[in-house]
């Protein structure tokens, strides 16, 4: 790629790079604004829940609602950490045709499971079930290192979420995981959620998921919609085509990532009771470069492509 053309591509991309940098500055500014925390003037789901955890039976190691709290914090920040990575890996020098979709992978699985546990309004028995039921999923995948430490470790978190749902009168399946009345959400319908859908496995998110999924794992079927075939040179039998990534593209996925994390964002304020005004204030920069995004792609301008 000549210097021309990669100052071409970076200015086409320049309105997806600011677009995520004014959103992470306008979640920055609420998490410091609240210094992380529940506001406690506010009756809000996570202080209200707080105020009752002493109400579920069990240990007193089994914190569930301080877990869940944990939990939809961490996930949010990870979000946002892994949609800057998205925009950092897609704007170097040289260009990245793929590593930049792992990291898009990541945000939107967390962001949509973000979305889940943060719902506004729900039961706060189902959420501290969805709680541990995220914990559950995490000790399962512990125990698949073969590590003893860590199978030991999976061994004492289902122990404890199996005697605690049990004090707590919650029917527990770690075959089918469930725990109560909830079902941990699979990947694909909590994108779709998260994205506006009603969870519809068939939705265009999980379409979206299923390609990056793919193009993470390194399977071909994905990797091989990089290649341009419109500039395709024969050579005897086989055909040698060049890797592309457009500034479309990069667009288009931006703009889907930066939608999920608005959703699972104002589901996260609603849930700590951070002041709605000031957030949906702060994301006017966002909004702009979403509108703009949809009437670039719409007339196919600003193509670009690396």
Same mark, same amino acid.
């Given at each position: 790629m000549t210097?021309?053309?990669l100052?071409?591509?970076?200015?086409?991309?320049?309105? @997806?790079?600011?677009?995520?940098?004014?959103?992470?500055?306008?979640?920055?500014?609420?998490?410091?604004?609240?210094?992380r925390?529940?506001?406690?003037?506010?009756?809000?789901?996570?202080?209200?829940?707080?105020?009752n955890?002493?109400?579920?039976?069990?240990t007193?190691?089994?914190?569930?609602?301080?877990?869940? =709290?944990? $939990?939809?914090?961490l996930?949010?920040?990870?979000?946002?950490?892994?949609?800057r +990575?998205?925009?950092?890996? @897609?704007?170097?020098?040289?260009?990245?045709?793929?590593?930049?979709?792992?990291?898009?992978?990541s945000?939107?699985?967390? &962001?949509?499971?973000?979305?889940?546990?943060?719902?506004? *309004?729900?039961?706060?028995?189902?959420?501290?079930?969805?709680? %541990?039921? $995220?914990?559950?999923?995490?000790?399962?995948?512990?125990?698949r290192?073969?590590?003893e430490?860590?199978?030991?470790?999976?061994?004492?978190?289902?122990?404890?979420?199996?005697?605690?749902?049990? @004090?707590?009168?919650?029917?527990?399946? &770690?075959?089918? $995981?469930?725990? !109560?009345?909830?079902?941990?959400?699979?990947?694909k319908?909590?994108?779709?959620?998260?994205?506006?859908?009603? !969870?519809d496995?068939? !939705?265009l998110? *999980?379409q %979206?998921w299923?390609?990056?999924?793919?193009?993470?794992?390194?399977?071909?079927?994905a990797l %091989?919609?990089?290649?341009?075939?419109?500039?395709?040179?024969?050579?005897? *039998?086989?055909?040698?085509?060049p890797?592309?990534?457009?500034?479309?593209?990069?667009?288009?996925?931006?703009?889907?990532?930066?939608? +999920? !994390?608005?959703?699972?964002?104002? $589901?996260?304020?609603?849930? &700590?009771g951070?002041?709605?005004?000031?957030?949906?204030a702060?994301?006017?920069? =966002?909004?702009?470069?979403?509108?703009?995004?949809?009437? @670039?792609?719409?007339?196919?301008?600003?193509?670009g492509?690396?």
């Amino acid at each position: 790629m000549t210097e021309a053309s990669l100052r071409d591509f970076q200015e086409a991309i320049r309105p @997806a790079v600011e677009g995520v940098e004014n959103f992470r500055f306008a979640c920055t500014t609420v998490l410091n604004r609240h210094d992380r925390k529940a506001v406690v003037t506010a009756r809000c789901p996570a202080m209200t829940e707080l105020q009752n955890q002493s109400t579920y039976k069990g240990t007193k190691d089994n914190q569930p609602v301080d877990n869940v =709290v944990s $939990m939809i914090r961490l996930l949010a920040e990870a979000g946002n950490d892994a949609l800057r +990575a998205v925009v950092v890996l @897609a704007n170097t020098d040289p260009v990245f045709i793929w590593a930049h979709l792992p990291s898009a992978r990541s945000a939107l699985e967390t &962001f949509a499971y973000c979305h889940w546990l943060a719902e506004c *309004p729900l039961d706060p028995d189902r959420r501290v079930q969805r709680g %541990l039921l $995220m914990q559950l999923e995490d000790a399962k995948e512990l125990a698949r290192f073969g590590i003893e430490t860590f199978t030991n470790q999976s061994q004492k978190t289902k122990a404890s979420i199996q005697a605690f749902s049990e @004090a707590n009168e919650w029917p527990v399946s &770690f075959t089918k $995981m469930t725990i !109560g009345r909830e079902v941990l959400i699979d990947t694909k319908p909590a994108i779709d959620l998260v994205v506006g859908g009603t !969870g519809d496995i068939h !939705g265009l998110a *999980p379409q %979206l998921w299923s390609y990056l999924s793919g193009a993470s794992h390194g399977n071909p079927y994905a990797l %091989l919609q990089s290649a341009d075939r419109t500039g395709g040179v024969i050579e005897g *039998p086989m055909i040698t085509v060049p890797l592309v990534v457009e500034a479309s593209t990069i667009h288009n996925l931006t703009a889907t990532l930066i939608l +999920a !994390g608005i959703r699972a964002w104002g $589901m996260t304020c609603r849930y &700590f009771g951070w002041d709605d005004e000031d957030w949906r204030a702060s994301l006017t920069p =966002v909004r702009e470069y979403l509108d703009w995004a949809h009437e @670039a792609l719409r007339t196919h301008t600003n193509p670009g492509v690396a």
